[in-house]
């Protein structure tokens, strides 16, 4: 009798899991994620990705929109927008466990075109609604390659495209064609998303962001905006006070030390940008989050 999806995902989490319980797989851009117990709020900025919800249950805001969503539903982010999310609905038991994989451009594109799809009108960054029965069974038939690894270099990158394909296909088609669009305003920002993702701790004016998107100034920020719901600066901010925090949390940096890595010249202005961030200083934030770590360890 075949595995399901589920099974596959929890089974293959529980041996690779790293800290934080997300577990990368040989498939690029695939990783599953397992916990078994609620979390405290994960703020990210999010590649576009879509997350099936296999078991537990989970809660994202961004912006002024929140979502609860639990197994049978998945979570689509069309943009590098900044989320905050928790686990809300996990155990021992029955562990939180969803499957992520990252939305590829470049399949994207190639399947639009092949479609003959038109992009969609606005749609907000971050949806949540039903799996589709066709993206659910995609999916497994991509998992069940892990346990034939062998396999993995012939037919993982058809499977890969066939599950973009029926998320184009399916209800959240409309919101995945505009990343698909060749030369559109998405992927125009997405290229200076990608130059602020590689350059966060470097200074990075605003003209070179806009060049790199090949739009005017005004455009670009309009665009930028409206796309990631940030502004150019408020973006590298957000990536800066991240990945401050993982330097704390994985490589026990101080405060001060993990704010020159990530490009602050000033150790007080990254302590009160980081407390509006997380709600605490960046060391008693680190503290307990140490704590609250080795409880459930």
Known sequence: MHKTLREIVISYAAAHAGVGGAARTPIPGLSFIRATTASDLDHAISRPIVCLVLQGSKHVAMGGHSFDFGAGESLLITADVPTASQITKASEAEPYCSLVLELDPAILAELTVEMNAVPGGPQAPVIVAPTDGEVAEAALRLVRLLDRPASLPILQAQLVRELHYWLLEGRHGAAIRRLGWPDGYVQRVARAVALLRADFAQSLPVERLAAEAGMSLSSFHEHFR?????????????????????LMLTEGRTA???????????????????????????????????REASLTA
Request: proline share 7%; hydrophobic share 40%.
């Open 226 to 246: 409206a796309v990631t719901s940030l502004s150019p600066l408020q973006f590298q901010k957000q990536l800066r006070l991240i990945e401050a925090r993982r």
């Open 256 to 290: 001060a030390s993990a704010a020159f890595a990530v490009g602050y010249e000033s150790v007080p202005q990254f302590t009160r940008e980081y407390g509006r961030l997380y709600g605490l200083p960046p060391g008693r934030d680190a503290a307990r989050a140490r």
